[in-house]
């Protein structure tokens, strides 16, 4: 099992910026790609970036050029993954969600941090 804890969530005027750290812990070696998703009310969830062990990276389109992945390699048993929201757009209001994957079909979700940006 892998557990995930997401923290820099809040409110931000639109243009501001925004940190959002995910913590996993746990069965961390069983982990290829974590990343983001968000759900706004009423939306679907969508892929926001992700980042393999590897160091590929994808982003969704309406983020491209406005936030940055990163994660640091493994320390003290903790796998850690960043994004840095830059230029906030009041569309980017959503919960934002930390994911891994563990393997085929095995999925780990966050608990969510909310995203506010105001105009």
């Known amino acids: 099992q892998v557990q995930l804890m997401e923290s820099g969530g809040g409110l931000v005027q639109a243009g501001g910026s925004l940190r959002l750290s995910c913590v996993a812990s746990?069965?961390?070696?069983?982990?290829?790609?974590m990343g983001w998703f968000r759900q706004a009310p009423g939306k679907q969830r969508e892929l926001v970036a992700t980042i393999t062990r590897g160091g590929y990276i994808n982003y969704a389109d309406s983020v491209k050029g406005r936030f940055t992945i990163s994660r640091d390699k493994i320390k003290d048993a903790k796998d850690t993954v960043y994004l840095r929201m830059n230029s906030l757009e009041v569309e980017d209001t959503a919960v934002y969600y930390c994911?891994?994957?563990?393997?085929?079909?095995?999925?780990?979700w966050g608990q969510g941090t909310q995203v506010t940006v105001s105009s």
């Open positions: 994911h891994a994957d563990g393997g085929i079909e095995v999925h780990y």
């Open positions: 746990g069965n961390i070696f069983t982990i290829n790609t």
